[in-house]
């Protein structure tokens, strides 16, 4: 093992591109008869995360069904014949198939499959970091990863607040939402590396496009991560490269690799050269008497030998090309990999180059994936410094000819790749990060100057949770018009827990969520779509929201109440001593009578309550609750949305507002009369 400069570790995600990640060999007699090839060889979809293995493929799961009108096409049967009955009509085909690879041009829903699955399968097995872990039942109550609207899932968090170059970039930003941090220094340290991109303007417009120009061809590097066919992954190992034990060293070192590799060549020169020279003889002696005159004795000894030799290697010839096309095609498809590959070493060095002088450079410690970009030069091994070696050449510049381009190098880039295969992703996932970061810094300059900003998140230390937020607003809206609110609860202002009443549609459900979004953010990125906010670190976020019946499971709509209630209530309890919770309820239990969901529901909020590490906001239309103030003053406190008042038309308008005090007004019979239903 050697230590190398942080630019190699950037370049380790260059590798992980490269089509021998995907490639396993196996034993050769296997290969005959038809292959399956789904979509152009591209096998797409969410079979691999059913395992749910790890949390990326979750994410995955719930991205792509906002790309489900991309769906692969049927599967299509090619056969790809005998590779020991006819090893070049073999050849010919299976070029055929790696062309095709070549020219696919993924789309959106391939794209993400493919970085979800790479990232899925690198995160199996790491240590865990101090972070939330949102439920399913937050993320789908706040829509962060799929929309409310099942006809319309792209409608979500991630899609209204990302601004990334890459799908790298995305799957980290979606993990990060989903996933953020508990630990204040962590928290810090991430907010702190936003802040130099969002003040150093240089810096920032330099990574921006370094990044951008990546993404320009990530689908370039990423299609060669596509799922090749079994049978095309064992024609790959056995017939470009040595397959026999004694012989694989010469796989990974370039000059016996490319005397050798020219050796059909050589033999296609020796049978041409031999056919003519029978061709000349047989001209000389049909009109050059005096040449068969003198050499009449020794053509006519060696002309059967010869006749029957030039034979041979005319056939020969002749299976030779009919495969060279076949050979070509895997050819450029393996060194079109790797001129991506060298091309991304190129932008990764100028990234590092960027930040290496930078004093806050230092950030990136710590960061988890990010280790990759700065930390982790130290582990390399001796094969991606060679790597790095080989893809400086011209080789990987640009494609040439076949014939007079050193395929060795391409070859030997190939194996040597193959085997650093699973250091390469870490550094893969740090890019990402490095543009999830970038997409929020560009987030926060986009909204410098509008009504509704984004703030930096001050954070601080406290013996109970405390939560102060000024002109907060939902990033789900325009942010030029949308209402902004301000709330304080907790340590500063004595009282920690409040209760939300007011008129439907008045904006409760929106406040509370914009609420806990403000603070997955704050967790995340340290910032907030807001003026200002205070926070001290929640160890767990957990939502009461979007209470359905569970037909599938046997559930009416109260019994889905009940689980629910019960399952913050076990989320509160299994936080004592370990950390604040942060418990957000919207409308409980009114899947029963009015007299009973009341009575619930007061004795639920008089048990939240008693957790003094527990920071709970509960909206609701039960008056009864609302009295919860007068017997605990110190711990609860009312708040109300604004009452909508009616314009000339005699429509409802809602200010959207959120002050203290208690919501009296019940619109329900001016909502009835405006939609008009009883005229039907």
Request: hydrophobic letters at 40%; charged letters at 25%.
């Amino acid at each position: 093992m050697i230590k190398i400069s942080k630019a190699f570790a950037l370049i380790l995600c260059l590798i992980s591109c490269c089509p021998v990640l995907n490639i396993i060999a196996t034993e050769p007699d296997l290969i005959n008869s038809e292959v399956t090839i789904e979509n152009k060889n591209v096998s797409v979809g969410t079979d691999f995360l059913k395992e749910q293995r790890s949390i990326y493929a979750g994410i995955g799961e719930q991205v792509l069904k906002g790309y489900t009108k991309l769906a692969p096409k049927e599967k299509e049967i090619i056969d790809l014949g005998n590779s020991q009955q006819n090893l070049f009509g073999h050849l010919r085909k299976v070029g055929q198939n790696f062309a095709k690879l070549n020219k696919t041009k993924l789309n959106d829903l391939q794209k993400r499959d493919l970085v979800f699955r790479m990232f899925d399968e690198h995160e199996i097995g790491l240590p865990k970091l101090s972070r939330i872990m949102l439920e399913s039942r937050v993320q789908s109550d706040l829509g962060i990863l799929v929309g409310d609207d099942i006809t319309r899932p792209e409608l979500n968090l991630l899609n209204r607040i990302k601004r990334t170059s890459t799908v790298l970039g995305e799957a980290q930003l979606a993990r990060n939402l989903i996933d953020p941090f508990r630990d204040f220094n962590t928290i810090k340290r991430r907010q702190n590396f936003l802040k130099v991109l969002v003040e150093d303007k240089e810096l920032f417009n330099t990574l921006d496009g370094l990044l951008g120009e990546i993404g320009s061809f990530e689908s370039d590097f990423l299609k060669i991560w596509m799922d090749i066919d079994e049978a095309l992954r064992k024609s790959l190992e056995q017939n470009v490269f040595y397959s026999q034990p004694w012989l694989r060293w010469m796989n990974k070192r370039v000059v016996p690799m490319e005397i050798f590799g020219r050796e059909p060549e050589v033999k296609l020169l020796v049978n041409t050269s031999v056919l003519a020279l029978l061709v000349g003889c047989l001209y000389c002696l049909k009109y050059d008497k005096r040449f068969f005159n003198i050499s009449k004795p020794t053509i006519l000894a060696s002309l059967p030998a010869l006749s029957g030799f030039a034979a041979g290697g005319l056939v020969d010839s002749i299976d030779y090309f009919f495969g060279l096309k076949g050979e070509m095609e895997i050819f450029s498809y393996l060194q079109s990999g790797l001129i991506e590959l060298s091309k991304l070493v190129r932008f990764c060095k100028e990234i590092e180059n960027q930040l290496k002088g930078f004093d806050e450079f230092k950030l990136f410690d710590g960061f988890g994936d990010l280790e990759g970009l700065a930390n982790k030069a130290a582990y390399l091994s001796d094969e991606i410094s060679d790597l790095t070696r080989l893809l400086e050449k011209n080789t990987f510049k640009k494609s040439g000819s076949y014939y007079f381009t050193l395929r060795a190098r391409v070859l030997v880039a190939y194996k040597k790749a193959k085997e650093v295969e699973k250091e390469t992703v870490a550094v893969l996932k740090g890019l990402g990060e490095l543009d999830a970061f970038l997409s929020m810094a560009r987030l926060y300059n986009e909204h410098s100057d509008k009504p509704n900003k984004f703030t930096f998140v001050e954070l601080v230390e406290r013996d109970l949770p405390y939560l102060k937020i000024d002109a907060y607003w939902n990033p789900f809206l325009d942010s030029s018009r949308a209402v902004s609110n301000s709330i304080e609860l907790g340590y500063d202002c004595k009282t920690q827990n409040a209760i939300v009443t007011g008129a439907n549609a008045g904006g409760k459900s929106t406040n509370l969520k914009s609420i806990v979004i403000s603070t997955i953010l704050a967790q995340s990125y340290g910032i907030a779509p807001a003026k200002g906010m205070t926070i001290t670190p929640f160890s767990n976020i957990q939502t009461y929201l979007n209470i359905t019946d569970d037909i599938a499971a046997g559930l009416s709509h109260f019994k889905s109440e009940a689980k629910r209630a019960k399952e913050i209530m076990q989320g509160v309890e299994t936080f004592k001593n370990k950390g604040f919770v942060l418990s957000v309820v919207d409308e409980m239990f009114i899947g029963t009578s009015p007299e009973k969901g009341s009575e619930l529901s007061c004795k639920f909020m008089e048990k939240m309550i008693s957790f003094p590490y527990n920071m709970c906001i509960f909206a609701t239309h039960y008056p009864a609750v609302t009295l919860l103030q007068e017997k605990q003053p110190e711990n609860v406190i009312n708040f109300c949305v604004g009452t909508p008042i009616k314009n000339e038309n005699g429509k409802l308008v809602y200010p959207y507002t959120l002050a203290p005090g208690i919501g009296r007004v019940n619109v329900a019979d001016d909502i009835i009369k405006e939609e008009d239903i009883f005229k039907l």
